[in-house]
């Protein structure tokens, strides 16, 4: 079992950046892909960026594509998402969630935390 706390989040203009941290605490961490969700008012949640165990591969959703990065620090156990040239259509709660290497289900959420972008 995977515990995930974020944190980071936050109030910013268009066009402006946030940087969303992941702390990540359990056992055989290495084994488990990270990813960012995200969950906007009304909308289901959505698939925004994940990361397979070791950083060499990332994969991102096409709507910020470009624009957000995602990186992790396996020595520090921390998972990041960098996010440049917000819009207000990115305003959503953000999660940080784990996937074992065997499993197609991700299995391990964080409480989540609020990004808001104003125009």
């Known amino acids: 079992q995977v515990q995930l706390v974020e944190s980071g989040g936050g109030l910013v203009q268009t066009g402006g950046s946030l940087r969303l941290s992941c702390a990540a605490s359990?056992?055989?961490?290495?084994?488990?892909?990270m990813g960012w969700f995200r969950q906007a008012p009304g909308k289901e949640r959505e698939f925004v960026a994940g990361?397979?165990?070791?950083?060499?591969?990332?994969s991102y959703a096409d709507f910020v594509k470009g624009r957000f990065r995602v990186s992790r620090d396996s020595i520090k156990n921390m998972v990041y998402l960098q996010m440049n040239s917000l819009e207000p259509e990115d305003t959503a709660i953000y999660y940080c969630?784990?996937?074992?290497?065997?499993?197609?289900?991700?299995?391990?959420w964080g409480q989540g935390t609020q990004v808001t972008v104003s125009s």
């Open positions: 969630a784990a996937k074992h290497i065997k499993s197609t289900n991700w299995s391990s």
């Open positions: 990361i397979v165990y070791n950083g060499a591969q990332t």
């Open positions: 359990g056992s055989n961490l290495l084994t488990y892909a």
